[in-house]
């Protein structure tokens, strides 16, 4: 039973296209349409985008899917998701995310956001998370 709460967090947060449980988190990016933000400025007085935020997009695209144990919301997707981006596993969470980003997420017999295609990063991250 732990190890599927494990998958659950780790599918459900899978950062660019996935978060779940109470332990991910997202934010939008001006890449995916997001508009930039006028408050903040170069020091020339240039106005600059905020940087993208992985999570933000990972959540978007995770909620999306639907899945029947999925995240509950954005707000705890991305809470959820940042947690992981910070934690001793962060390293392999980053390169999960980077391998999701714009890669197909689909609900798991079990309910929850999958991205087959990055079935070898998210091995690693589960490993680092039980290990």
Known sequence: MKW???TALTISCLLV???SDSKCK???SPSDGGASNPDLSGSAGETTAAPP???HDGCVDTLAANCDNGP???GTCESN???LEA???GAEYATLQTCAKGKPLTCSAEGLP???ACSDEQTAFVACLTG
């Open 4 to 6: 599927i709460a494990l």
């Open 17 to 19: 296209a996935a978060c």
């Open 26 to 28: 997202c934010g939008p």
């Open 53 to 55: 935020d992985a999570c």
């Open 72 to 74: 509950a919301d954005q």
């Open 81 to 83: 998701c940042h947690d």
């Open 87 to 89: 934690s001793k596993c």
């Open 114 to 116: 999958s991205i087959a």
